[in-house]
């Protein structure tokens, strides 16, 4: 396999960690002059062994450029470059170290049994860090496009020491490929019915979104049914959730003012600010629950935004007392005189003792 493949699959996590690792030039780590050829497995061996894997590996993080090299003959998983992972492992820490490990397992397909023997020795390599998708938030085409190479390189046979590891790996790489076709299948049910003609079919699509979600925010995924992983699994994957996400915005405008709560919970699932406009609408929305909900949204948010700011303002004097609880919550992340200055204004003239007490907490944040 070419370099320029390797790269072109690891690409959106490289591009991740560039900051990770640009941190540590900005940081001034101190890094002796080591000569080593980046392109030759054997002079960094040789610098390993002479100065150490952690000297090494300091030459080469702060330059992305040259890190990236490694990695990109890493990943082709050749013998004498994996031997190189092997022995600069011991000196990586942070992105360094993340890097390495999707890297290794981003070979896994064209040198599994060398890839796995790395897990045998135990010197830096889990089971887990190899026997898995070395992406973050990948598409799905490479997903599926990565599985299948790894999968028919785990369906070969190995020398004896190495078969039961490689039969653990397959089976743990059919077990995702079978969730994440699951997932795939959830979300294209959710995206249509998110989209239906019936009332009820949208409004209890979302309804089940949102409650997964909160079953996962209340006991992680140990108590959610398989149905509810695979929708709560919908979130690590960028396009499917986008798409997702993109319907639950439109129901934001839903006839039906319980989807139109039910579409705030779960566009608040997600911290994309292009979300922030849409909700904002809803400070004049006729149904009080659902102004409610708006004001509340925005609770613990640092963003200056005058116009969200000044409908915040104008919620404090709503004829619920709700909307005008969740207003000063919401107004209390914005820290500045204009908002100090119209939660004190409000407080003088307000009759509910429980609005004044979520004016006084949101005053002192």
């Known amino acids: 396999m070419e370099l320029k493949e390797v790269h072109s699959i690891a690409k959106p996590f490289w591009s991740f960690c560039l900051i990770g690792l640009t941190t540590l030039l ?32 300091r030459q080469f993080t702060p330059n992305w450029s040259h890190w990236e090299e490694v990695l990109q003959h890493i990943g082709t998983g050749e013998t004498m470059w994996l031997k190189v992972a092997q ?74 020491e190495v078969n039961n590891l490689r039969l653990r790996c397959l089976a743990k790489l059919q077990e995702y490929r079978r969730n994440f076709e699951i997932g795939q299948k959830t979300f294209e049910q959710y995206f249509t019915d998110l989209a239906s003609d019936n009332p009820e079919v949208r409004k209890n699509s979302l309804a089940k979104v949102v409650e997964a979600y909160d079953k996962k925010d209340r006991c992680e995924l140990d108590c959610l ?24 915005i439109k129901l934001l405008s839903d006839q039906d003012p319980g989807t139109r709560l039910l579409a705030i919970k779960f566009v608040a699932i997600s911290s994309d600010i292009q979300f922030r406009e849409p909700v904002a609408k809803l400070f004049e929305d006729i149904d009080d629950e659902v102004r409610a909900a708006a004001a509340g949204f925005f609770f613990g948010s640092i963003v200056q935004d005058g ?44 009759s509910s003792e429980e609005v004044k007490g979520a004016i006084v907490d949101a005053l002192g944040r």
């Open 87 to 160: 022995a600069l492992r011991p000196g990586t820490d942070a992105f360094a170290t993340t890097t390495l490990l999707l890297t290794v397992a981003q070979s896994l397909p064209h040198a599994p049994e060398e890839v796995l023997r790395l897990v045998l020795n135990g010197k830096g390599f889990e089971f887990e860090d190899v026997c898995t998708v070395p992406f973050i938030e990948p598409p799905d085409a490479v997903v599926l496009e990565y599985l299948s190479r790894a999968e028919n390189a785990l369906k070969k046979p190995m020398s004896r």
């Open 307 to 350: 116009p969200i700011m000044q409908g915040l303002e104008r919620l404090l004097k709503d004829r619920n007392p709700k909307v005008r609880i969740n207003a000063a919550k919401s107004l209390g992340g914005y820290r500045n005189p204009r908002t100090a200055k119209a939660l004190l204004e409000a407080y003088a003239k307000e």
């Open 26 to 57: 900005l940081l001034g780590v101190a890094t002796p002059s080591i000569k080593v050829d980046r392109s030759d497995p054997t002079s960094i061996l040789a610098a390993v062994k002479r100065y150490g894997a952690s000297a090494v590996v």
């Open 225 to 248: 049914s398989e149905a509810e992983r695979a929708v709560v699994s919908l979130s690590y994957y960028p396009d499917r959730s986008e798409k997702l996400t993109m319907r639950g």
